[in-house]
């Protein structure tokens, strides 16, 4: 919290149209503390509550504080007003049970406590003008990025182009996007011309050598058609198609060392070959152990920092060791041998009808979430970790969805659309942890941590 007066300039997102509620990422934690003292009456909060970076988890102390604020105005005496906090900070649902046997009316009325205890938050928090200052610093700097970005292709020259072609305005708008972007999304609408789009800025990336290996994963339905589209755009392209009656066993490692060492503009691979080419063992063992570094590092920390009766853990890393474990073995192992997606040197990765690839996993304490499924598929967890490969073999960049339906079954869609294309940005603003989980968002209304 600011407490001593400074010259401030005004931001460009006032506090008047930000969204708080208890949870949201730009409150911070000394801000409920200073709610904990003043509405709920309590001088020395040390120890009392306490919020985990690596997982988002907040922690409440419960049993040392007995008022009425706590026990009987925000609370009840078999449910006070820390566990109601607690739940509402983490976007818990509360349920109350009398031993085994879930009591209804217990339920209903920690439910109008917890509606108490928002409309107390809602109308205490713009009271202070430090804490209007310093969550409008902490969403602008979050936000402040956000900002619609145009991009003008129209000096954009095709070396090798068909003649008799010409791509649109705002197609060479978007082809200068894809070479100007780490990571793009098109999201145009059906027949918009994606295909052209894609393999233009495909060429031009190749030409720069900005991308020396192109590999375009298409719907196994319409391989033919790319090919035939790729070559009426560029006749002297040379192109490799792998496609599901070729991909077969006996054949399998051969087409992988042509694709391994063979020099094509462009690569076109069915969706269904794409997904049998298997990660290396190492590479997923890597992922895991580098999220059990990055929560070993920070338990130590909190170790420094606070005694253990303050860190109520809730066995996170045997979680996340699980959770981890989970999504390794959901994938399909390497055989002995055989060549894996990393020994491709692939440098970018478009992926058409990309809505096909958005069920990821989510893990989240908010239960009975319509059009969200927490558990997601192998094969989106699959395509999500090849486009980390790339990713990181290739500076960050390296990623290009296509799609007409960016959102299919909820908002929560559009999270992950970012987790693969804006992975970075993401992490930068601290919104992505060890395993996936749902949280607070202004700007698609769910705030998420993922893997």
Request: proline letters at 3%; hydrophobic letters at 40%; glycine letters at 6%.
């Amino acid at each position: 919290m600011l407490k001593q007066a400074v010259q401030r300039k005004p931001h460009a997102i006032s506090y008047k149209d930000i969204e708080v509620s208890l949870g949201a990422p730009w409150v911070s934690l000394e801000i409920i503390k200073d709610f904990i003292k003043d509405v709920f009456k309590i001088d020395h909060i040390r120890g009392t509550i306490f919020y985990e970076k690596v997982t988002g988890h907040w922690s409440c102390t419960r049993s040392e504080y007995i008022n009425k604020e706590v026990q009987s105005i925000y609370g009840l005496p078999q449910y006070n007003a820390f566990r109601i906090l607690e739940s509402t900070l983490n976007l818990r649902e509360i349920k109350i049970y009398d031993g085994v046997t879930y009591d209804h009316r217990a339920t209903i009325a920690a439910l109008e406590k917890q509606k108490l205890i928002q409309e107390a938050f809602a109308s205490w928090v713009w009271q202070d003008e430090d804490r209007r200052w310093e969550i409008e610093e902490a969403y602008n700097r979050m936000f402040e990025d956000c900002e619609v970005k145009y991009y003008d292709g129209k000096m954009l020259v095709f070396p090798g182009m068909n003649e008799s072609i010409k791509l649109f305005d705002y197609q060479k708008d978007a082809v200068q996007k894809i070479i100007s972007t780490p990571n793009t999304l098109l999201a145009f609408d059906v027949g918009a011309g994606k295909t052209y789009i894609i393999i233009s800025a495909a060429m031009q990336m190749r030409k720069s050598g900005l991308s020396l290996k192109n590999l375009f994963v298409v719907p196994n339905n319409i391989v033919g058609q790319w090919e035939e589209m790729f070559y009426s755009l560029y006749p002297s392209a040379k192109v490799l198609t792998v496609e599901p009656r070729t991909f077969v066993s006996e054949k399998r490692q051969k087409i992988l060392l042509q694709m391994r060492d063979g020099n094509y503009d462009g690569i076109i691979i069915a969706y269904s070959c794409f997904e049998m080419i298997p990660l290396s063992k190492n590479y997923l063992i890597g992922k895991l152990q580098t999220a059990l570094n990055v929560f070993d590092a920070e338990l130590e920390q909190y170790k420094r920092t606070y005694t253990l009766n303050h860190i109520p853990l809730k066995n996170q890393k045997k979680y996340i060791l699980k959770t981890m474990q989970d999504f390794i073995g959901a994938l399909k192992p390497e055989a002995a041998g055989d060549l894996t997606f990393e020994d491709l040197h692939v440098n970018t990765l478009f992926l058409d009808e990309a809505h096909n690839y958005k069920n990821i996993p989510i893990r989240t304490n908010l239960r009975n979430l319509r059009g969200i499924n927490t558990k997601g598929s192998a094969k989106c967890l699959d395509m999500l970790l090849k486009v980390r490969c790339v990713q990181e073999s290739n500076g960050g960049r390296g990623a290009v969805f296509a799609t007409g339906t960016p959102l299919c079954n909820s908002i929560s869609d559009a999270y992950n659309i970012q987790m693969y294309l804006q992975y970075e940005d993401l992490k930068k603003e601290n919104s992505v942890s060890l395993t996936t989980g749902l949280k607070h968002s202004q700007k698609w209304k769910q705030y998420v941590r993922l893997m």
